[in-house]
Nanobody, 120 residues
Framework: QVQLVESGGGLVQAGDSLRLSCTASGRTLDYYYIMWFRQVPGKGRDFVAGIKWKGGSPDYAGSVKGRFTIARDQADNTVNLNITNLKMEDTGTYYC?????????????WGQGTLVTVKA
């Protein structure tokens, strides 16, 4: 079983940049599709970005295109989410999810989340 651990959240100012990391352990990620989701209190988890561990074009929610970049760091078994020009609406808990079937089946493994708070 793969375990996912997120890191990198915190209190940041609007306009800043931030890198969130999802580090995997336990088993190979070869067939995984790794995703980032954002959740705000009282709402469900919204897909933000995803990428296949083996490579290929990343996927993004339309609302974050141009400011969010998802990338694999295979040496560190990590999927990073780089966010530029942070906006207050980026505030939320960011979760890393893994689909062991390469995408299309939804996340089967979740991390514990990392909170991002953007202040004006």
């Amino acid at each position: 079983q793969v375990q996912l651990v997120e890191s990198g959240g915190g209190l940041v100012q609007a306009g800043d940049s931030l890198r969130l990391s999802c580090t995997a352990s336990g088993r190979t990620l070869d067939y995984y599709y790794i995703m980032w989701f954002r959740q705000v209190p009282g709402k469900g988890r919204d897909f933000v970005a995803g990428i296949k561990w083996k490579g290929g074009s990343p996927d993004y929610a339309g609302s974050v295109k141009g400011r969010f970049t998802i990338a694999r760091d295979q040496a560190d078994n990590t999927v990073n989410l780089n966010i530029t020009n942070l906006k207050m609406e980026d505030t939320g808990t960011y979760y890393c999810g893994g689909d062991p079937h390469g995408g299309g089946c939804g996340a089967r493994v979740w991390g514990q989340g990392t909170l991002v708070t953007v202040k004006a």
